[in-house]
């Protein structure tokens, strides 16, 4: 099946070095358009690492990362028009309101004041936040600032979102409805890297799951195809990360 299907993002030999550390080594991945695709790995594997590299946050040491063809350090304001990042922990301006921030953000995208107008309060309403939308950010709970990177995020319908930790600090109503807009996203042909620690969250949204231990790639494919490689067909993700990374440890 994927023979037929377009690689919208292309690792190849990626790797990145802090002085003797090898932080990610030789990473070769690829990740389809319309693939909602879950990156795994303990603490320390090089799953940050990884995704610094690929917002343009830091430059690999060799290798390179390929987004719709392009070289994501030799073209990477080409790319951030078509990227979105939702970090782990959301950062905003304190003294900004959400919705001074939010317009903040169309502007960086070229988004018309009035469309992005419109947008914002069809967001603020979708996750809730029209009663705090209008404060400053300095007084957000984690779960409040949260909901406000995620409206960011989608402001400019990004391509390719890369996400970690979506669902900390979310109300359950909020993270449903943050995986329906992912299932969304994806449907209509997006593409979706997310990291998280959150297993079943895992096993519920990846199309394939990549696992990473001591920044080498040890396991790829659907939950599915991981149960049968590692003849684990009755475990759920959760036992099958623990198994898949204690056997890369006693490999290294």
């Known amino acids: 099946m994927s023979e037929n299907r377009e690689v919208i993002l292309r690792f190849q030999k990626l790797t990145k070095k802090y002085g003797e550390k090898v932080a990610v080594r030789e990473l070769d991945l690829e990740v389809f358009r ?3 695709f879950v990156f795994l790995g303990p603490n320390g594997a ?4 990884t995704i ?6 830091i430059f690999p040491t060799s290798g390179n990362i390929q987004i719709r063809g392009m070289d994501i350090v030799e073209r990477h304001l080409e790319i951030k028009k078509i990227l979105a990042y939702v970090p782990d922990e959301p950062y905003l301006y304190d003294k900004l309101t959400g919705r001074e921030f939010l317009r903040f953000v169309a502007q960086m995208y070229g988004i018309d004041s009035s469309v992005a107008e419109a947008k914002i309060e069809e967001l603020a309403g979708m996750f809730g936040a029209k009663d705090y939308l209008d404060q400053l950010c300095e007084t957000y709970s984690h779960g409040m600032k949260q909901r406000v990177v995620i409206a960011a995020m989608l402001l400019h319908s990004p391509e390719i979102a890369v996400i970690d930790e979506p669902m900390v600090g979310l109300d359950p109503q909020s993270a449903r409805l943050f995986k329906d807009i992912m299932r969304e996203m994806t449907a209509r042909g997006g593409t979706i890297f997310m990291s998280t620690h959150s297993l079943h969250v895992a096993q519920e949204l990846a199309d394939r799951i990549g696992i990473i231990q001591r920044g080498r790639l040890v396991a790829l494919g659907t939950f599915e195809q991981l149960q049968r490689r590692f003849q684990a067909q009755e475990k759920n993700l959760e036992e099958l990360f623990l198994e898949i990374t204690a056997t890369a440890d006693l490999e290294e």
């Open 46 to 49: 090089g799953k940050t690492t």
């Open 52 to 57: 610094k590299m690929l917002t343009g946050l």
């Open 34 to 36: 319309g693939e909602l």
